[in-house]
């Protein structure tokens, strides 16, 4: 039974609401769309209402049922006063806020803003701050890490792609091992391929006396030793071929005697070193002066000097001959006489110079001995008396000229003589007549011999 009568209280509260017009004429309030029950006295009550926070207006209200007329064309603008307050609906200004400063509290990982001035929610959400592990090895073509929240201890696993690059590591001293390799994940990929190291060589160095060395490295593997070689010097400059290092020249040096006698000819010395002392030679008759880089000339050579040549040469000796000054004369000039003055003169009579220099006849005097004189070599004999013993002398182009006891010779040509050599002795003789054989010493011939310098 209530059921009943509540719907059809809701029928007739439908009724008058659909169709207020029909009780509004039983009524004094004037709004035409009050709903108040006949019989049921109201009235209108016009007061000042707003309409945002922009506008109001003028409305009637029932008293009875609460319904509501609008006065449209009544609308204005709200008049504030200085609390904000409109004088007119008493509407009261309240001036929104934006929020400017939040803060914001946790409950795990969902996080409220709230404004720090009216309190409101501003925001909401859920952020979880996750601590990453490391990159690790998941198939061919990804990798995998794990995420955990430090603050709700969540977990949750991220893939990524290989990103690769291609390695080369040392796997002999022939070959390296080719892979691709992903950083990220710090891990090889795929399976492995095998190539011959790709060498780039550094410069010679020397390393010991007899060896240089040079770096060879692989440029793809990085893979690096040394190779070995002897020093060498092609060229004979004394500079290694390969290093540029300042070698050791052994240099074979020939000793020219130079007519002296050596028990060594040859002796082998080091480029840059001291000659140090060299044998000394021997000579009979001469003083050795020492070993000179010519024959002629040259540089002298002593213990202290520097070897400054990198190829076989020779040292010459030098010598000084010990003078000796030595002449041999005729110890006579023989003469065979005729009774009648006819004289023969000996044809091996020779001056022999056993010097050890050139010399030169520079006089010959002659003087008479035993009564004879001397007379010019043209006078005429046959003229003299027997026994008075006149006698002419003529010796090497050179004729006595004058009378008397004496006379120095006036020499023509050439009276040098070569050391070791002898000069003949071409001498003749004008002889006066005698009764006897001659038997004695008639002349001093007398040389004066010089050294030719």
């Known amino acids: 039974m209530k059921k009943r009568i509540v719907s059809l209280l809701l029928i007739l509260v439908l009724a008058f609401t659909l169709v207020p017009s029909a009780f509004a004429a039983g009524h004094n309030c004037g709004i035409s769309n009050c709903v108040c029950l006949p019989g049921n006295p109201c009235s209108a009550v016009w007061e000042w209402q707003a309409y945002g926070s922009d506008l109001h ?16 064309s009544s609308q204005a603008p709200h008049s504030f006063d200085s609390d904000g307050v409109c004088t007119v609906c008493g509407y009261v200004y309240v001036e929104p806020c ?76 022939t070959q390296h091992k080719v892979q691709k390799y992903c950083s990220t994940c710090s891990s090889y990929i795929g399976s492995a391929t095998y190539e011959s190291h790709s060498f780039a060589y550094g410069d010679w160095q020397d390393y010991s006396e007899t060896q240089h060395r040079r770096s060879k490295t692989c440029s793809d593997c990085g893979h690096s030793v040394y190779e070995y070689e002897t020093h060498s010097d092609k060229d004979g400059d004394g500079i290694c071929d ?72 020779t040292l010459y000796a030098h010598w000084t001959q010990i003078k000796i000054f030595s002449v041999t004369v005729p110890a006579g000039l023989p003469l065979a006489v005729t009774e009648n003055g006819e004289v023969t003169a000996s044809t091996d009579a020779a001056i022999a110079n056993n010097s050890t220099c050139d010399v030169r006849v520079t006089g010959v005097t002659l003087r008479t001995e035993n009564g004879w004189t001397l007379v010019p070599f043209t006078y005429n004999m046959a003229a003299a008396k027997v026994d008075s013993k006149l006698i002419g002398f003529a010796i090497g182009g050179a004729q006595s000229a004058n009378s008397g006891d004496s006379e120095a010779l006036a020499l023509t040509g050439d009276w040098s003589i070569g050391a070791g050599s002898t000069m003949p002795l071409d001498y003749d003789a004008n002889v006066s007549a005698t009764s006897v054989g001659i038997d004695e ?9 010089e050294e030719v310098t």
């Open 98 to 173: 934006y929020h400017y400063s939040t803060y914001t509290e946790w409950n795990g990982c969902n996080w409220y803003e709230y404004c720090d001035d009216c309190g409101a929610l501003v925001d909401s959400g859920t952020s979880h701050s996750y601590s990453y592990g490391s990159w690790t090895y998941y198939n061919s073509s990804q990798h995998s890490r794990t995420a955990t929240c430090t603050r709700c201890g969540s977990r949750t696993t991220s893939y990524g792609s290989h990103s690769t690059t291609t390695r080369y590591n040392t796997y002999s001293s």
């Open 242 to 313: 390969g290093c540029s290092k300042e070698l050791t020249v052994y240099v074979d040096v020939t000793l020219d005697a130079c007519g002296g006698v050596l028990t060594e000819d040859e002796v082998t010395v080091i480029f840059g070193d001291a000659y140090g002392e060299l044998p000394e030679p021997t000579r009979e008759g001469y003083i050795f002066d020492g070993w000179f880089t010519a024959e002629t000339g040259g540089e002298l050579v002593e213990a202290g000097t520097e070897v400054g040549s990198k190829t076989a040469h």
């Open 441 to 449: 010493q008639v002349l001093s011939v007398v040389f004066v011999v």
């Open 57 to 72: 207006w003028y409305v009637a209200r029932c008293s009875g049922c609460g319904q509501i007329e609008f006065n449209w």
